[in-house]
């Protein structure tokens, strides 16, 4: 018997064996036939002087997921030039074919309410931890796309312990490129100057069709195509434990950047988070090391405050957000770097020396493109790695973040945001709705009028509690926020540290909507928003003429709209019959055509009254604009380019101006309005100085812009002979010198210490009884932005001068940081200037900053609808 038992023992010892080798022969054929990156794009990813062109990566994900059960690969759907933005799910099979169940646990864990704690550690056991990575979201920091295709392989290829408990314990979503149109863009521009003097140097214009390096700006308005897509992965349907944006930097210091931030630290995320992200960070850089990569940086350079693109926006969705900076070559060429050339010089990092943040400092010599492919994916994998390692605890995490967070909101101050709905103007509030909704914020809306604090709010008001896991984030977007000043934010000298970006991301002062914190839950009738809110304008039956309200931006959309179509429009200059200063009376046209831009843009077509009269003496005619920007080079205006796409928003007609065009004169004939973005004087005339000088040689002759001596007075022309000329932020003052205005900047020759003030909202007045300020309240906020600011010099024609908006005596600021408000205070924000038969219009202020300053818009479009000025007569 006992031979017996031995016998059958052996016999399935065999026969395991069997099972064993035939697993092991599928998994090596398996991987046999999974094509390797070097011989589908026919050379070794991030090897000298190549490029892998997005089609080309696109192509090659669609194969891997022939060749391998381990990836999905999802096209979210067109780029905003057309191109596939792609998420790839890397994970084991079994994974990958639960993943709607997955989703669902993911989703409970980052959102446990009512959910009971015992429930919460079964969901633990049974999920996944989550890992969201994006690359090249720069498209000129080129090493993370080209990382993308040979980390996706060996993670579905390699078959060690350590890949397969990343495949088994975590579901890893990557956006292999966050900016495909720019890839693409820098990819050909970079093989067209391959064997040229030119050879590497930067694209010349803007590597996204209109926000360029802006589109780190862009996780909480969501107004890109592409932020939409990285907000449904990671705000709604698979919010991620941990994130990491692989980034480049300049190539003259540390090697490579790896994650914790150094100090400040934005206020309202939970503490987990930051101990996370030094967590995370640490393996990183230990993983490096441990593959003797030198030169690495962790916890200095870039502060824990920044701006809300998608690293610094993430850790207030309760997600461990990080980013890495390799030092950049010159795209896929080469760079040679003497030792004496590397440099500290920055945040808790002074200089170029070992220090414990920095302990292996690299010697200089040759640095590729190769280097940073390496050094992203040993870091990718370690974020993985160590997430897979603890996957419990990660999740675990993740539950405590969300519950706290709820915890947090619940018993402090204030308790809730209320966002009335009778504002000024209700459908700019209704797109910050539904901005917050993309970003998974839960928002309520009263069934009928609500009363909090005394204070009754109308039937459709809408209310924001922070008893959510998304407290911090709500906090930051609708509270008030005063940017540190202490020590961290101070120099050894008392000067102040500029922000990486603005000192405050106030959604609802940037749009101009009121809201207002409450300190007490609100009751009443309130139903939770499934979806967005609808803005179907109506349009009233049984008369031939409109009126729309002036004081909606949406307004104007609909006015070209009408333009478009062929149908008249007045503009009201008086107030009459229950008509205020900008409304606008639309004169009959197609019903079709009205109900269709009614339904398009939100705005309401009220009926006028037969009785009033379309008079000269309260109204004037309007026309359709004819309206031309200027468009740089040297890499492109991202003011600009938000600029065309705030037009294009709103469906004003324009044209983009280069040199050539404005040097060659004669404008009047073509156009009503010119927009000059800001920009320095330098850049604009193409006198570049400083640091910059020495990049002239380096730029193809076609691509040094500058409208010169010649376009000057091209424009002062266009000007005298009825042309206006809307100067923005820094164009100002390429204005006051160059048109020899009455005016001064009243902010130069001050110096950081007496006066600072670096992207904060503050108090101004408006006088919106004038042209350029119809429809606008009569106080609100503007975004300043290391912006001029003017004073007006007495002349024998002060008269052809008009302040629009002014800075309000004291107590400007609303929220972010002010330094020497004595020497803001009074002075003018928007001066209107008469020259010859037209006009200049000077904005300091940052009036449509990236398409956020929704609040200030009606600023510029005012300066661009042609038809009657007013001005004061002496």
Same mark, same amino acid.
């Given at each position: 018997?006992?031979?017996?038992?031995?016998?059958?023992?052996?016999?399935?010892?065999?026969?395991?064996?069997?099972?064993?080798?035939?697993?092991?022969?599928?998994?090596?054929?398996?991987?046999?036939?999974?094509?390797?990156?070097?011989?589908?794009?026919?050379?070794?990813?991030?090897?000298?002087?190549?490029?892998?062109?997005?089609?080309?990566?696109?192509?090659?994900?669609?194969?891997?997921?022939?060749?391998?059960?381990?990836?999905?690969?999802?096209?979210?759907?067109?780029?905003?030039?057309?191109?596939?933005?792609?998420?790839?799910?890397?994970?084991?099979?079994?994974?990958?074919?639960?993943?709607?169940?997955?989703?669902?646990?993911?989703?409970?864990?980052?959102?446990?309410?009512?959910?009971?704690?015992?429930?919460?550690?079964?969901?633990?056991?049974?999920?996944?931890?989550?890992?969201?990575?994006?690359?090249?979201?720069?498209?000129?920091?080129?090493?993370?796309?080209?990382?993308?295709?040979?980390?996706?392989?060996?993670?579905?290829?390699?078959?060690?312990? %350590?890949?397969?408990? !990343? &495949? #088994? @314990?975590?579901? +890893?979503?990557?956006?292999?490129? *966050?900016?495909?149109?720019?890839?693409?863009?820098?990819?050909?521009?970079?093989?067209?100057?391959?064997?040229?003097?030119?050879?590497?140097?930067?694209?010349?214009?803007?590597?996204?069709?209109?926000?360029?390096?802006?589109?780190?700006?862009?996780?909480?308005?969501?107004?890109?195509?592409?932020?939409?897509?990285?907000?449904?992965?990671?705000?709604?349907?698979?919010?991620?434990?941990?994130?990491?944006?692989?980034?480049?930097?300049?190539?003259?210091?540390?090697?490579?950047?790896?994650?914790?931030?150094?100090?400040?630290?934005?206020?309202?995320?939970?503490?987990?988070?930051?101990?996370?992200?030094?967590?995370?960070?640490?393996?990183?850089?230990?993983?490096?090391?441990?593959? %003797?990569?030198?030169? !690495? &940086? #962790? @916890?200095?350079? +870039?502060?824990?405050?920044?701006? *809300?693109?998608?690293?610094?926006?993430?850790?207030?969705?309760?997600?461990?957000?990080?980013?890495?900076?390799?030092?950049?070559?010159?795209?896929?060429?080469?760079?040679?770097?003497?030792?004496?050339?590397?440099?500290?010089?920055?945040?808790?990092?002074?200089?170029?020396?070992?220090?414990?943040?920095?302990?292996?400092?690299?010697?200089?010599?040759?640095?590729?493109?190769?280097?940073?492919?390496?050094?992203?994916?040993?870091?990718?994998?370690?974020?993985?790695?160590?997430?897979?390692?603890?996957?419990?605890?990660?999740?675990?995490?993740?539950?405590?973040?969300?519950?706290?967070?709820?915890?947090?909101?619940?018993?402090?101050?204030?308790?809730?945001?209320?966002?009335?709905?009778?504002?000024?103007?209700? &459908?700019?509030?209704?797109?910050?709705?539904?901005?917050?909704?993309?970003?998974?914020?839960?928002?309520?809306?009263?069934?009928?009028?609500?009363?909090?604090?005394?204070?009754?709010?109308?039937?459709?008001?809408?209310?924001?509690?922070?008893?959510?896991?998304?407290?911090?984030?709500?906090?930051?977007?609708?509270?008030?926020?005063?940017?540190?000043?202490?020590?961290?934010?101070?120099?050894?000298?008392?000067?102040?540290?500029?922000?990486?970006?603005?000192?405050?991301?106030?959604?609802?002062?940037?749009?101009?909507?009121?809201?207002?914190?409450?300190?007490?839950?609100?009751?009443?009738?309130?139903?939770?928003?499934?979806?967005?809110?609808?803005?179907?304008?109506?349009?009233?039956?049984?008369?031939?003429?409109?009126?729309?309200?002036?004081?909606?931006?949406?307004?104007?959309?609909?006015?070209?709209?009408?333009?478009?179509?062929?149908?008249?429009?007045?503009?009201?200059?008086?107030?009459?019959?229950?008509?205020?200063?900008?409304?606008?009376?639309?004169?009959?046209?197609?019903?079709?055509?009205?109900?269709?831009?009614?339904?398009?843009?939100?705005?309401?077509?009220?009926?006028?009254?037969?009785?009033?009269?379309?008079?000269?003496?309260?109204?004037?005619?309007?026309?359709?604009?004819?309206?031309?920007?200027?468009?740089?080079?040297?890499?492109?205006?991202?003011?600009?380019?938000?600029?065309?796409?705030?037009?294009?928003?709103?469906?004003?007609?324009?044209?983009?101006?280069?040199?050539?065009?404005?040097?060659?004169?004669?404008?009047?004939?073509?156009?009503?309005?010119?927009?000059?973005?800001?920009?320095?004087?330098?850049?604009?005339?193409?006198?570049?100085?400083?640091?910059?000088?020495?990049?002239?040689?380096?730029?193809?002759?076609?691509?040094?812009?500058?409208?010169?001596?010649?376009?000057?007075?091209?424009?002062?022309?266009?000007?005298?002979?009825?042309?206006?000329?809307?100067?923005?932020?820094?164009?100002?003052?390429?204005?006051?010198?160059?048109?020899?205005?009455?005016?001064?900047?009243?902010?130069?020759?001050?110096?950081?210490?007496?006066?600072?003030?670096?992207?904060?909202?503050?108090?101004?007045?408006?006088?919106?009884?004038?042209?350029?300020?119809?429809?606008?309240?009569?106080?609100?906020?503007?975004?300043?932005?290391?912006?001029?600011?003017?004073?007006?010099?007495?002349?024998?024609?002060?008269?052809?001068?008009?302040?629009?908006?002014?800075?309000?005596?004291?107590?400007?600021?609303?929220?972010?940081?002010?330094?020497?408000?004595?020497?803001?205070?009074?002075?003018?924000?928007?001066?209107?200037?008469?020259?010859?038969?037209?006009?200049?219009?000077?904005?300091?202020?940052?009036?449509?900053?990236?398409?956020?300053?929704?609040?200030?818009?009606?600023?510029?479009?005012?300066?661009?609808?042609?038809?009657?000025?007013?001005?004061?007569?002496?």
């Amino acid at each position: 018997m006992r031979y017996k038992t031995k016998f059958f023992y052996t016999i399935q010892v065999i026969a395991l064996m069997f099972i064993v080798l035939g697993s092991m022969t599928q998994i090596a054929a398996a991987q046999k036939n999974v094509t390797t990156p070097e011989n589908f794009f026919g050379f070794r990813l991030g090897s000298d002087k190549k490029i892998a062109r997005w089609d080309k990566i696109v192509d090659y994900f669609k194969l891997l997921e022939k060749e391998s059960e381990k990836l999905k690969v999802i096209n979210m759907g067109p780029s905003t030039m057309g191109n596939p933005f792609l998420l790839v799910f890397i994970s084991s099979p079994e994974n990958l074919a639960n993943m709607e169940r997955l989703s669902e646990v993911n989703a409970r864990i980052s959102d446990p309410r009512g959910i009971t704690e015992s429930d919460i550690k079964k969901l633990i056991e049974e999920g996944k931890a989550v890992i969201c990575q994006s690359m090249s979201l720069h498209a000129t920091e080129i090493g993370g796309t080209q990382m993308a295709p040979e980390l996706t392989y060996e993670l579905i290829t390699r078959d060690d312990k %350590e890949t397969q408990r !990343i &495949l #088994n @314990n975590v579901v +890893f979503c990557m956006i292999p490129c *966050f900016n495909p149109d720019g890839q693409i863009m820098v990819t050909d521009w970079y093989n067209k100057t391959i064997g040229t003097e030119y050879e590497g140097i930067g694209l010349p214009w803007l590597y996204h069709k209109y926000v360029g390096h802006d589109n780190n700006r862009d996780g909480d308005f969501l107004n890109m195509i592409e932020s939409v897509y990285a907000a449904k992965i990671m705000y709604k349907d698979w919010v991620p434990q941990a994130y990491i944006d692989h980034h480049q930097m300049g190539s003259y210091g540390a090697r490579f950047y790896v994650p914790p931030y150094c100090e400040p630290i934005r206020p309202y995320a939970d503490p987990l988070i930051w101990r996370e992200i030094s967590w995370y960070g640490a393996h990183i850089a230990y993983k490096l090391e441990e593959n %003797e990569k030198a030169g !690495i &940086l #962790n @916890n200095a350079q +870039f502060s824990g405050w920044g701006h *809300f693109g998608w690293h610094w926006v993430t850790p207030f969705h309760n997600i461990a957000g990080m980013l890495t900076e390799s030092a950049s070559t010159k795209l896929a060429t080469p760079i040679y770097i003497h030792p004496e050339q590397l440099r500290g010089g920055a945040r808790q990092f002074p200089d170029y020396e070992a220090q414990t943040t920095f302990p292996n400092p690299w010697p200089g010599g040759w640095w590729r493109l190769r280097d940073i492919v390496e050094q992203k994916k040993i870091s990718a994998w370690a974020l993985l790695d160590l997430a897979a390692r603890n996957k419990e605890t990660v999740l675990w995490n993740a539950y405590l973040k969300a519950k706290r967070q709820t915890e947090r909101g619940a018993q402090g101050k204030p308790k809730a945001y209320v966002i009335p709905n009778n504002q000024h103007d209700p &459908l700019t509030a209704k797109k910050m709705i539904n901005t917050l909704l993309l970003s998974g914020i839960e928002i309520k809306q009263s069934r009928t009028a609500l009363n909090v604090n005394g204070i009754t709010y109308p039937e459709g008001s809408f209310v924001i509690s922070l008893e959510q896991p998304k407290m911090g984030l709500i906090r930051n977007l609708l509270g008030r926020t005063i940017y540190p000043d202490n020590a961290w934010t101070r120099a050894d000298d008392g000067s102040p540290v500029r922000p990486y970006d603005l000192a405050t991301h106030t959604m609802n002062e940037f749009m101009g909507i009121r809201v207002d914190p409450i300190d007490e839950a609100a009751g009443g009738d309130l139903e939770k928003l499934a979806g967005p809110v609808p803005v179907v304008g109506k349009v009233e039956e049984g008369c031939s003429r409109f009126v729309l309200d002036g004081r909606l931006n949406a307004s104007f959309k609909a006015v070209n709209l009408l333009f478009k179509n062929g149908i008249t429009v007045h503009r009201v200059d008086k107030p009459v019959q229950g008509l205020s200063p900008g409304d606008f009376i639309v004169s009959k046209g197609s019903k079709a055509v009205i109900k269709d831009i009614a339904e398009q843009t939100g705005v309401d077509f009220l009926a006028l009254e037969s009785n009033v009269n379309v008079g000269k003496e309260w109204t004037h005619k309007i026309k359709k604009p004819r309206i031309g920007m200027y468009q740089r080079y040297w890499g492109g205006n991202m003011d600009e380019g938000w600029t065309r796409f705030v037009l294009e928003q709103f469906s004003f007609p324009y044209t983009s101006l280069k040199d050539t065009e404005i040097k060659k004169g004669d404008l009047i004939k073509t156009y009503d309005v010119i927009i000059l973005p800001s920009d320095s004087t330098g850049m604009i005339m193409g006198q570049i100085t400083g640091r910059y000088r020495r990049y002239l040689s380096s730029v193809p002759p076609e691509y040094q812009s500058g409208i010169g001596q010649k376009g000057v007075k091209a424009l002062k022309t266009f000007v005298e002979e009825g042309g206006t000329l809307v100067t923005l932020g820094g164009a100002c003052d390429f204005g006051i010198e160059k048109f020899g205005l009455s005016v001064y900047n009243a902010m130069d020759n001050l110096s950081s210490k007496e006066f600072f003030c670096p992207g904060s909202t503050i108090k101004v007045k408006f006088d919106n009884q004038h042209p350029l300020a119809y429809g606008m309240p009569s106080e609100g906020l503007v975004l300043y932005w290391s912006s001029p600011a003017f004073a007006i010099t007495p002349s024998q024609h002060n008269e052809r001068y008009e302040t629009v908006v002014r800075y309000q005596n004291r107590d400007l600021l609303q929220s972010g940081w002010l330094i020497g408000e004595e020497h803001l205070a009074n002075l003018a924000a928007m001066v209107n200037a008469k020259y010859g038969k037209g006009e200049v219009v000077l904005i300091g202020f940052r009036t449509q900053h990236r398409s956020q300053t929704h609040g200030t818009y009606k600023l510029l479009f005012n300066a661009l609808l042609q038809g009657k000025t007013v001005y004061r007569n002496p």
